[in-house]
C-alpha cells in the first residue's frame, strides 16, 4: 500500500441520484484499498484553504461523476485546476435515477474501470 499522500487523488460527485452515490461508492472504496486518495469535492466548491491547497498539489487527479453536470470536475475547474481523467458513469451506461441505488457489483465495475484507466495513463506518461 502506497503512503497516503503519495496516492493520486480521487474526487467524485456525492449528489442525491443513483449514479452520484455510485461515484461516491467508487472513490471510497479506491481510498480504502489504498489506490487513491479521497479528497473532499465539496471543500473544494467551498474553497475550504487547506483542501484547495491539496487539490493544486500536482498529484495526479481523477474524477468520478455521475451524470452530465460534471459538478466534480466544474468545482476543480473553478479553482483553476484540471483533473488528469474523468470518468463519466454515463458513458458507461449508467442511467441517472432517484430513490433506488446501484448496488456493490457496479460499485466494482466502476472500481475496476478507474484502475484499468489509472494504469493507462500512467502507461502513457513512462
Request: proline share 3%; glycine share 8%.
Amino acid at each position: 500500500m502506497t503512503a497516503r499522500k503519495q496516492r493520486p487523488l480521487i474526487y467524485s460527485c456525492s449528489g442525491c441520484s443513483d449514479v452520484a452515490q455510485l461515484a461516491n461508492n467508487a472513490a471510497v472504496a479506491l481510498d480504502h484499498a489504498g489506490e487513491f486518495e479521497m479528497s473532499c469535492i465539496s471543500g473544494v466548491g467551498g474553497k475550504v484553504a487547506s483542501l484547495v491547497k491539496t487539490a493544486r498539489s500536482g498529484r495526479p487527479i481523477t474524477v468520478i461523476d455521475g451524470c452530465p453536470l460534471h459538478c466534480a470536475r466544474a468545482c476543480l475547474e473553478n479553482i483553476g485546476v484540471e483533473p488528469d481523467d474523468h470518468v463519466r458513469l454515463y458513458d458507461y451506461g449508467f442511467k441517472k435515477h432517484y430513490g433506488q441505488s446501484y448496488g456493490a457489483d457496479a460499485v466494482e465495475e466502476v472500481c475496476e474501470e478507474v484502475r484499468n484507466r489509472s494504469r493507462q495513463l500512467i502507461a502513457r506518461k513512462a
